[in-house]
């Protein structure tokens, strides 16, 4: 897991490809570290636009990592690989379960929809392209919904500050935040 983050910060993104599957199928990783080597297998081939090729980690990640953040970058990711490879009947099978999640509400998410649209009118799809943008947000309604997730943290807050909520470890903190 060290080389494989060490290759990642020099950005050797083909050696991270290369070595992140050795790494999973010698089972011996599990739970976040296993998600993490994922991660970083599904960034290295993102990065070099192997898009089929990269969905199986991001499917990973988007399913197993317990994290909120990771999972709402690997269903962007996703999305953006579906829509590059013109995949269009599995991003409609996929989008449920994004909009199961946080991930809904990931501005690289709706943006990943927002391209996608704009690939298939340039293509005259327009039927496609349309339930593609019917799909994102709008920046109010993105805002509303961080407004919203940030005022369950300040209640939170202001109740361990308060002393009326003696049970908030930091790590549940963290978690109200997702």
Same mark, same amino acid.
């Given at each position: 897991?060290?080389? =494989? ?7 050797? +993104? ?5 070595l992140?599957?050795? #790494? %999973? !199928? ?12 994922h991660? =970083? +297998?599904?960034?290295?081939? /993102? @990065? ?5 090729e990269?969905?199986? $980690? =991001? ?6 990592? $317990?994290?909120?953040a990771? @999972?709402?970058?690997?269903?962007a ?5 579906? #829509? ?13 379960? %994004? ?7 990931? #501005?690289?998410f709706? #943006? ?12 005259? @799809? /327009? ?5 593609? /943008?019917? =799909?994102? /947000? &709008? ?15 300040? !209640?939170?807050?202001?109740? %361990? ?7 908030? &470890? $930091? ?5 109200? %935040?997702?």
């Amino acid at each position: 897991m060290l080389t =494989l983050d060490a290759l990642a910060g020099k950005k050797d +993104w083909p050696a991270v490809a290369a070595l992140a599957p050795e #790494i %999973v !199928r010698k089972n011996v990783l599990s739970g976040p570290l296993l998600s993490a080597v994922h991660k =970083l +297998w599904a960034e290295a081939l /993102y @990065r070099d636009k192997k898009w089929k090729e990269a969905l199986q $980690p =991001l499917y990973y990640v988007f399913l197993n990592d $317990p994290r909120s953040a990771a @999972r709402s970058d690997a269903a962007a990711m996703a999305a953006t690989c579906m #829509i590059r490879l013109e995949d269009l009947a599995q991003l409609f099978r996929f989008l449920p379960a %994004v909009f199961r999640t946080a991930a809904r509400y990931d #501005i690289g998410f709706n #943006i990943a929809l927002l391209e996608g649209g704009d690939t298939l009118a340039a293509k005259d @799809r /327009y039927d496609k392209a349309l339930a593609l /943008y019917r =799909l994102v /947000y &709008t920046k109010a309604e993105l805002l509303a919904q961080a407004q919203a997730r940030l005022a369950v943290v300040r !209640r939170r807050k202001e109740a %361990v500050d308060n002393g009326s909520d003696t049970s908030a &470890t $930091p790590r549940q903190m963290k978690r109200a %935040v997702e």
